[in-house]
């Protein structure tokens, strides 16, 4: 069982930077596909950035291409969103997921593929 743990979020102007946590428990965050997710408000979960285990294969949703970035540090066992050139319609509540992957270079956006999830943290971008 891995528990996941959101930090970094809060009320920012537009044209403003965030830099999102997620802090992993357990020995096996090495063997983990980390993603991010976002719920706006009145809106379904979609993805914005997921990271393979090894940290070589990234992949964005278009929307955030260019302005976030996603990294680990397995030897910390923290995934981050670093968030630049935040827009309103970032808004919502972040969630970072974790799924088990036997491949060091395997990253996934679809969120069936994530077996653990954090409760997330909420983001406002004013305008």
């Known amino acids: ?19 999102l946590s997620c802090a992993a428990s357990g020995p096996t ?13 009145g809106k379904e979960r979609e993805f914005v ?3 393979s ?10 929307t ?3 302005r976030f970035a996603i990294s680990r ?7 981050y969103l670093q ?5 309103p319609e970032d808004t919502g509540d972040y969630y970072c997921a974790a799924g088990y992957s036997r491949y060091n270079s395997y990253a996934s956006s679809a969120a069936n593929r994530y077996d ?8 406002t971008v004013s305008s």
């Open 1 to 19: 069982q891995v528990q996941l743990v959101e930090s970094g979020g809060g009320l920012v102007q537009a044209g403003g930077s965030l830099r």
């Open 29 to 41: 965050f090495s063997t983990y596909v980390m993603g991010w997710f976002l719920q706006a408000p």
């Open 49 to 51: 950035a997921t990271i």
């Open 53 to 62: 285990r090894s940290g070589d294969t990234i992949n964005y949703a278009d």
């Open 64 to 66: 955030v291409k260019g």
């Open 73 to 79: 540090d397995n030897t910390k066992n923290t995934a």
């Open 83 to 87: 968030m630049n050139s935040l827009k």
């Open 116 to 123: 653990y999830w954090g409760r997330g943290t909420q983001v």
